[in-house]
């Protein structure tokens, strides 16, 4: 497999950060509330979003594992999983109708994994909660 010209990195790089903010930004508005009621205000906000970026972590990081050893099945096969259309995410979806870039030139055996988008908006997530701590001092 041949690497992807830069102008296809770029928009791999631009697609990867657009899914992993607006992920972070609706679980952000979701956890603000219920957290600020059910907790001491924001610093139940803050353990919300720990606990939610923290799961979303472990279960982008089990979807990655299974992933790794499902290409290595299709590698001693010979033949390459790529996903499909109707194997996208609802919120990928959603970005690539609404996009600003042309994520339909990516070629679907160079696109990054769902798995990976969702790993890199759990850290986000989790990087909101540590500025809340360390920054804000909540």
Sequence with gaps: MSRPSPSTVGLLLVDVVAYAVVFATLVVVAVTPVGYVAGDGWTGVKVGLFLVGMAFFGYSSIWLWLQSSQQKYDEKR?????????????????????????????????????????????????????????????
């Design 78 to 138: 010979d033949s390459r999983s790529t996903v499909s259309r109707e194997q996208e995410s609802r919120l990928q979806t959603a970005l690539d109708d609404r996009s600003i870039y042309p994520t339909d030139s990516i070629p679907p055996a160079v696109r990054i994994s769902p798995g990976t988008k969702l790993f890199v908006g759990s850290l986000i997530v989790l990087a909101v909660s540590f500025v809340m701590e360390t920054r804000f001092g909540v």
